[in-house]
């Protein structure tokens, strides 16, 4: 505040470096949201919308159409429908369409393999998402989509000190979209971050999210006789404020100690909950750590209760958990949209997953209680399955 300071300025370029330095690659572009962050990575990757083309109005009137244009589809892009619907809605805000991929029925996670079953060759990107932290196996997706000219997009909204192969995630895509909203581990209250080793897409995005003025705003406010500047293409308005940038520089030095303790508290979890019946909870992938930032267990038929049950049952003792990872594919707004393959692990885990209580300051004294809790619902009567609601 006594800088003088409160929109992108000095502050948001120190993040930048600094976000940039701890993630292990050369570029890192501070916007408003990780929502954002995706829509740049798109754009400044070549996804391209459709084109309206130009028809005789004879043949349109022919066909019983009123107008006099028509459009050529645009560019395709693999998204996992099992995740927060702005992974499948971004690709539709620049004009491309989603294709929906199932996921590994453990981790929720794309795998080469869902994805080869979806693509086409309109496919011009993937994005993979590290579902509630935890880290997808990227090396088999980049081989896959580097051998068909394809980019891969590493969604880590969840992801900030979680580790691939002992690196930081995304590394292994060609760019990450990153969230500080303030239920992730490193919040500015509202916020995001692209990350690429890609020079020309950083610059390109520092463009698009300052309405693609020729020159950065900081550089205008500092000058005395500021230059007219240029506006080559249409961008928009995706900065992050210097306010927002200082309070991530603190957080991003304190991350390591954040996901330690959240690890430590997922250890008390596993520990509480040993043995307990038809409930699988979420682990570590072979080829990586998570910071769990979620924390979600799998309500198998085994366990007397469904998911919406046992849901029923912690709310009745006190505890809030919530509904696991929606499936895009099944809202309103993807309604009727057609499925290149079918999506089994992503509708079984939609329908059987929650998520548990989680947060710094919830002690080993909470998370007894919640263990209680569901200790206490996996000794319900077992209802007959067609009874199960």
């Not at 079953?117 to 990107?125: I, Y």
């Not at 979600?296 to 469904?306: G, H, K, R, S």
């Not at 009727?336 to 929650?354: D, I, M, N």
């Not at 710094?360 to 619902?377: F, T």
């Amino acid at each position: 505040m006594e800088s003088g300071w409160l929109a992108e300025g000095p502050r948001v370029a120190e993040f930048e470096r600094e976000f940039a330095a701890a993630q292990g690659v050369t570029q890192a572009v501070a916007v408003s949201s990780c929502t954002t962050a995706l829509h740049l990575a798109l754009l400044v990757a070549g996804v391209k919308p459709g084109d309206e083309v130009v028809v005789p109005s004879f043949w349109l009137q022919a066909q019983g159409h009123r107008f006099h244009q028509a459009v050529k589809p645009g560019d395709e892009v693999v998204v996992p429908s099992f995740s927060f619907l702005a992974t499948a809605s971004v690709p539709r805000c620049v004009g491309a369409e989603p294709v929906f991929a199932d996921v590994d029925p453990l981790t929720g996670n794309l795998t080469a393999e869902t994805v080869a079953a979806v693509l086409g060759p309109r496919v011009s990107a993937v994005v993979v998402v590290d579902q509630g932290g935890l880290p997808a196996d990227v090396g088999p997706l980049a081989e896959l989509c580097h051998a068909r000219g394809v980019v891969l997009i590493e969604d880590a909204a969840c992801a900030v000190g979680s580790r691939y192969r002992g690196c930081p995630v995304g590394i292994g895509a060609d760019a990450a979209a990153w969230s500080f909203h303030p239920r992730k581990l490193l919040t500015t209250a509202e916020g995001g971050m692209l990350t690429t080793d890609r020079k020309d897409w950083a610059e390109h995005a520092r463009r698009l999210r300052q309405h693609a003025a020729s020159f950065p705003a900081a550089e205008r406010h500092e000058a005395v006789r500021a230059p007219a500047e240029e506006y080559a293409e249409l961008g928009d308005n995706f900065r992050m404020t210097d306010l927002q940038a200082a309070i991530g520089i603190v957080q991003l030095r304190r991350l390591p100690a954040m996901v330690e303790r959240r690890r430590a508290l997922v250890a008390s979890y596993r520990a509480a909950l040993d043995g307990v019946p038809g409930l699988r909870l979420i682990e570590d992938p072979p080829e990586g750590e998570s910071n769990f930032q979620s924390f979600w267990a799998e309500v198998d038929a085994d366990f007397p209760l469904t998911r919406d049950g046992l849901l029923d049952a912690l709310a009745a003792e006190g505890v809030s958990a919530r509904a696991g990872i929606m499936a895009a594919h099944l809202e309103p707004a993807f309604a009727g949209k057609p499925l290149r393959a079918p999506l089994p692990a992503t509708e079984r885990l939609t329908a059987r997953t929650l998520i548990l209580p989680l947060h710094h300051e919830l002690g080993e004294e909470g998370v007894g209680r919640v263990a209680d809790a569901l200790r206490r619902a996996a000794r319900t009567p077992k209802v007959p399955e067609g009874e199960r609601r």
